[in-house]
């Protein structure tokens, strides 16, 4: 079944410990993305990759960071949280091209930041 | 500045009462328009793309179309299954790339 796995779905930390929620496609897509949602603001890109190893920063970059060793992963890493990154975090990939590929979307992380 | 906005923010209806929800955008350089179905706990699913205004498509219940100004998901005869929130994101020309904005979505509710 094609999917788009994230990992953990929900986590509770605290201030400052790092954490690392997961991405796995099983498409073969080249492009993958992250994004947060938060009420009344919607859907908004953090970062994204167009291939392995090609990673760019989406509208909101500040407080997060990305790598694309393998065309299937694409981890988002917190090296410091703080509560304002409380968010639901979704993880997306499509095929390359233009960009009017439709993105197909992981279930979601809930991170709640102490 | 590119903007996308949705309305109403949230809808009921009973069912197999037939309404439209609106997607409208003022954007330079429009490539396409999505329309996302997201349930509960749940990532966007992806529905229809749109590229050019005259354009419909349709899906079981749902026929999105598209003008120059907006986009309209009408629902014809609900059912509580349909009940979810309906994203739309207009890809949009920017610089050399393309760009992604989403609207905030429409919260449907249909009512046995």
């Known amino acids: 079944e094609a999917q788009v796995t994230q990992n953990p779905r929900y986590l509770i930390t605290v201030t400052g410990k790092k954490l690392t929620v997961t991405c796995s496609q099983n498409m073969n897509h080249e492009y993958m993305s992250w994004y947060r949602q938060d009420p009344g603001l919607g859907l908004r890109q953090i970062y994204y990759?167009?291939?392995?190893?090609?990673?760019d920063k989406g509208d909101v970059p500040e407080g997060y960071k990305v790598s694309r060793k393998e065309k299937r992963n694409f981890p988002l890493i917190l090296e410091s949280p703080s509560p304002n990154q409380t968010s639901l975090y979704f993880c997306?990939?499509?095929?390359?091209?233009?960009?009017?590929?439709?993105?197909?979307f992981g279930d979601g992380t809930r991170l709640s930041i102490l | 500045e590119d903007q996308v906005t949705q309305s109403p923010e949230a809808l009921r209806l009973q069912e197999g009462e037939s309404s439209s929800l609106n997607c409208s955008y003022t954007?330079?350089?429009?490539?396409?328009l999505f329309w996302y179905r997201q349930d509960p706990g749940k990532g966007p699913e992806f529905l229809f793309t749109?590229?050019?205004?005259?354009e419909e498509k349709e899906k079981e219940r749902l026929k999105a179309t598209l003008t120059k100004k907006e986009s309209f998901l009408h629902i014809t005869a609900p059912k509580p299954e349909d009940s979810a929130t309906y994203l739309c994101a207009v890809l949009l020309r920017a610089g050399n790339n393309r760009k992604l904005i989403w609207g905030l979505g429409t919260s449907l509710a249909v009512n046995p």
């Open positions: 997306a990939s499509r095929y390359s091209g233009g960009g009017n590929q439709p993105q197909h």
């Open positions: 990759s167009m291939n392995v190893e090609v990673t």
């Open positions: 749109l590229y050019s205004a005259g």
């Open positions: 954007v330079s350089g429009l490539r396409g």
